[in-house]
């Protein structure tokens, strides 16, 4: 086995354990993990691996290859679970660096490539990817190998390279749709501008073809496949799709507009701890930017794609994440450049310097946090819990992190001065790795007492593994996390819309900006109103909340002619809802606490039912409440023993 052979495997070896390392160790956190996984789940359930569903309805936003993937690697337990959906993302990470060291040996040889590897793997962005239940390491993967066939075949100008290329373009597009293309697109066309003959050697109108075939060979069967009516639905949102996910996004920043210097900020955060190394690496890029075929190929995977997205109104860092592999040949083309060169070792110090500072300022800052919370109000931790996390065991785990960080300050001051700095770099990954594994091991099960839903819902999962029926609520909001870890369907109640006709006469699309407008009036009327229990409310407080509710009415009035309409239907819909959940055997609801109060000021009935769980998430709380039966089947259940884990949905 050659040199060179060992340095790769250990590359690919260590890469497994920094993303691998307790990956099942914390739960699916919102909003994407809970979601993808559910959608996966119901693939394997109902054998239904075309026309995707969630919470028993058809799944529209993303294509399907990521949760075929999490589906085909869960069938041998029978059912998802944190590791089996997060190692998608894994093998995406693992073939991304694969085809990072590939194709900067190719580049630049194979020191460039050992270190362009570990310069990916211990990028911040990078690393939490791969460790996380979202689609767009996958898609990073497929693009990787897109990008390294694509100079392959430039090289060699063999068709199998060329076939590759466009294969690994399907394959981006099965995991994320238009955003497959893209990436490509702008290549070619900026890679080969002022070049013609070389631009119709890679024959992008039957590449283009071929990405279409390969995608209907789902699309279709899909459209036969489903009923008439969910035909319809997937129809309209696949559509929607390509129009909210992509020219929506592009156009008009559906639901994530940021600013135009929105990837000035991210991509050096992305990048972290190798940002340090960005102001050298954009100076020596700008002196060699001319230096041929490699370097454009580099440059124009990342440039044009920067400056696409950058116009977008819709951004989000994620975007982004299939340029990693050039920024990271690109800094370690660079950083080799600096190590090497006599007359910088003031710059090298410099950076080592300020890791140093960031190291030791990071650990301190561990230890300083719980004094700080303290004695700043504006921050919303509620003493009790503070005082809880520091006196726990759990402490202990953010305390390791805090050792180890200083430790590393210790030894980075150490390698800035040794040898002209010329190691700093890396120093500066292993420390970031050593950092990544104790977070991942240590502090993420922490975060996860903080952000995960299965000890919440574990009461409502052991009805539905000993087969109970029970209708189960989600009350103004909606998240997948509840169905995955109670393995039960949800039913809706005032998510996403105000379900209020206007009345007759008035057109319909102001009447829904009316509604809208007065719904958000009410919401933050009942922000500062103290209940004290909110299992035990009183007559006093039943009072505030509707004397609240009356003011907010007031205020409505004196700007919208419909704020009585807005109330009467309202209150017509709460009483209706509170009567069917009252009603029909076992129920339970989630909601937020926010949400819960002014509810009951519009039916104090719910006053009555019994609260069964609170949960934590962040500065806010949300409720599990049961009707009467559902109470006194929890109560039973306590005296039951376990039921084996069903994986049926119910």
């Not at 085809?99 to 050992?114: K, P």
Request: positive net charge.
């Amino acid at each position: 086995m050659s040199y060179r052979h060992i340095v790769l495997i250990a590359l690919l070896a260590f890469g497994a354990l920094l993303f691998a390392a307790n990956l099942g160790g914390y739960e699916l956190w919102p909003a994407d993990e809970p979601r993808f996984g559910q959608v996966a789940r119901e693939a394997l359930q109902d054998g239904n691996w075309i026309v995707l569903h969630v919470n028993g309805q058809p799944y529209k936003e993303k294509p399907p290859l990521f949760f075929w993937m999490i589906a085909a690697l869960s069938a041998p337990f029978g059912d998802v679970t944190e590791t089996t959906a997060r190692i998608p993302s894994v093998l995406g990470a693992l073939t991304t660096l694969l085809c990072t060291f590939l194709l900067a040996e190719r580049l630049y040889g194979l020191r460039t490539a050992l270190l362009a590897s570990i310069v990916l793997m211990t990028s911040a962005r990078f690393w939490w990817q791969a460790r996380t239940a979202q689609i767009d390491m996958v898609l990073t993967g497929c693009l990787a190998i897109a990008l390294y066939a694509f100079w392959m075949f430039h090289e060699s100008k063999k068709r199998s390279w060329l076939i590759t290329f466009y294969a690994a373009i399907a394959a981006a597009v099965y995991a994320k749709g238009p955003p497959g293309i893209v990436f490509p697109i702008l290549l070619i066309v900026f890679f080969y501008w002022g070049r013609k003959a070389e631009r119709r050697q890679v024959r992008l109108g039957m590449g283009l073809l071929f990405v279409v075939v390969a995608i209907a060979l789902w699309y279709i069967p899909a459209r036969l496949m489903a009923a008439p009516e969910v035909a319809s639905a997937v129809q309209e949102g696949i559509g929607a799709n390509l129009f909210r996910q992509t020219i929506g996004r592009f156009f008009l920043g559906v639901s994530k507009a940021e600013p135009f210097w929105f990837y000035l900020v991210n991509v050096p955060a992305d990048l972290f701890p190798w940002t340090l190394f960005l102001p050298w690496t954009v100076f020596a890029i700008w002196q060699r930017r001319k230096e041929g075929d490699g370097m454009r190929l580099l440059l124009y995977w990342t440039l044009p794609a920067l400056v696409f997205f950058t116009i977008s109104a819709g951004k989000r860092a994620i975007y982004i994440l299939p340029l990693a592999p050039a920024f990271a040949i690109l800094l370690a083309t660079t950083i080799i450049q600096l190590a090497d060169r006599q007359n910088l070792t003031a710059l090298r110090r410099t950076i080592g310097s300020v890791w140093t500072l960031l190291l030791l300022v990071f650990a301190i800052g561990i230890f300083a946090a719980p004094h700080y919370a303290v004695s700043h109000p504006d921050i919303e931790i509620e003493t009790a819990t503070l005082q809880q996390i520091v006196q726990s065991d759990d402490w202990k785990r953010i305390v390791a992190l805090a050792v180890c960080a200083l430790l590393f300050g210790v030894h980075a001051l150490i390698a800035t001065i040794r040898k002209q700095g010329r190691a700093v770099h890396f120093a500066m990954a292993g420390h970031v790795a050593g950092l990544y594994l104790v977070m991942a091991v240590l502090l993420f099960p922490f975060i996860n007492t903080f952000k995960g839903a299965a000890e919440f819902c574990a009461p409502l999962r052991q009805l539905t593994d000993a087969g109970t029926e029970y209708r189960f609520y989600s009350v103004r909001f909606s998240s997948e996390a509840y169905i995955f870890y109670t393995k039960h369907f949800q039913t809706d109640f005032l998510v996403d819309e105000w379900p209020i006709e206007p009345p007759p006469g008035v057109d319909a699309l102001e009447g829904l900006e009316d509604t809208k407008y007065l719904g958000s009036i009410l919401l933050r009327a009942f922000d500062n109103v103290p209940v004290a229990d909110l299992a035990h409310v009183t007559d006093a407080e039943k009072s505030a909340l509707q004397a609240r509710r009356d003011e907010a009415f007031a205020f409505m009035a004196g700007k919208s002619k419909y704020a009585d309409h807005f109330k009467m239907e309202l209150t017509r819909i709460t009483e209706e809802f509170a009567a069917q959940f009252e009603t029909g055997g076992p129920a339970f609801m989630v909601v937020q606490e926010k949400d819960w109060k002014w509810l009951l000021s519009f039916a104090p009935r719910m006053c009555a039912f019994p609260l069964v769980g609170r949960e934590s998430v962040g500065s806010r709380f949300v409720l599990l409440l049961a009707n009467t039966a559902g109470a006194k089947l929890l109560e039973a259940q306590k005296h039951q023993p376990p039921a084996p884990s069903a994986t049926a949905m119910r």
